[in-house]
Each structure stands twice: as structure tokens, then as C-alpha cells.
């Protein structure tokens, strides 16, 4: 009787070790800060392009100004879409990126098409981010 008691003592913690194992393997989706949760799940759509306190926006055409352009994802993916009008009919649809916030999350590298973009960040607020890129501050909203 002993001995079956130990054997069963013996499975159980056998099954127990190897599911605090699965456990540990497992890769729970990491945490998100505000910043970034700011960030997800929306459509960001240009709403100014501003260079030197001058608004450019006007200046784009329009087929341009219905894109979205960047989605992001929290797995840190995402997308930029032509939206309903194209303004080259051979351009695609819809181009995939990747995303990650540096430096104390003040700036932020875009990854697509093969090259890497990073932007500073001014804000994430509301419904709003704004970053500088190449001497232009970008508005974007959803």
C-alpha cells in the first residue's frame, strides 16, 4: 500500500513539474506603456505637415490626404494604407511595418519597406500625435 501511495506521490509531482514548465514557456504578451497603448488600434490619418511654422499641408495632393498612415499594432507591427484613392495605381494597398519606441520612448523607429525611419515624438494626446521628421512636424489624428 506504501508503494502505491509513493508511486502516485511520485506522478503527480512529475505532472505538476512539467506543467509549471509549460507554464514558464508560455510567452504572455508584453506589457504595454501608456505612450504606447496611446498609440494602438487607430488609424492615423495626416492632419497638418508643418515646416518652419508653415503649414504645407495644402500643397499634398489629395489622394494622399485620405491615407492611413500608420496603424499600430501591439505586437509591435503594423500597417500604412493608400486608402480609397491611390495616387499611383501600380503603388499597393496596403504595406506592412514595425514599430518600437527608444530613447525613454521620446522617439520612435518605423520599419518599412526596407528602410528605417525614426521620428521624435512632441506629443500623444488624445486623439492627436505629433512627431518631428526631417525639419517637419507632422500631425496626426484618428
Not at 490626404?65 to 499594432?73: E, L, W
Request: charged share 25%; net charge neutral; with cysteine.
Amino acid at each position: 500500500m506504501n508503494k502505491t501511495i509513493l508511486k502516485t506521490m511520485i506522478v503527480l509531482a512529475t505532472m505538476a513539474a512539467c506543467k509549471d514548465k509549460e507554464d514558464k514557456n508560455t510567452d504572455p504578451k508584453p506589457k504595454l506603456t501608456a505612450r504606447q497603448q496611446a498609440l494602438i488600434g487607430k488609424d492615423w490619418k495626416l492632419h497638418a505637415i508643418r515646416m518652419g511654422g508653415v503649414d504645407m499641408t495644402a500643397t499634398l495632393p489629395g489622394c494622399f490626404r485620405d491615407n492611413i498612415i500608420h496603424h499600430f499594432k501591439d505586437d509591435k507591427t503594423g500597417y500604412s494604407d493608400e486608402g480609397t484613392t491611390k495616387c499611383e495605381q501600380n503603388d499597393s494597398q496596403r504595406v506592412s511595418l514595425n514599430w518600437k519606441m527608444i530613447a525613454n520612448e521620446s522617439k520612435m523607429v518605423i520599419n518599412q519597406d526596407g528602410s528605417a525611419d525614426t521620428f521624435e515624438i512632441v506629443s500623444v494626446s488624445g486623439n492627436e500625435l505629433q512627431y518631428l521628421y526631417e525639419g517637419q512636424t507632422i500631425v496626426l489624428k484618428y
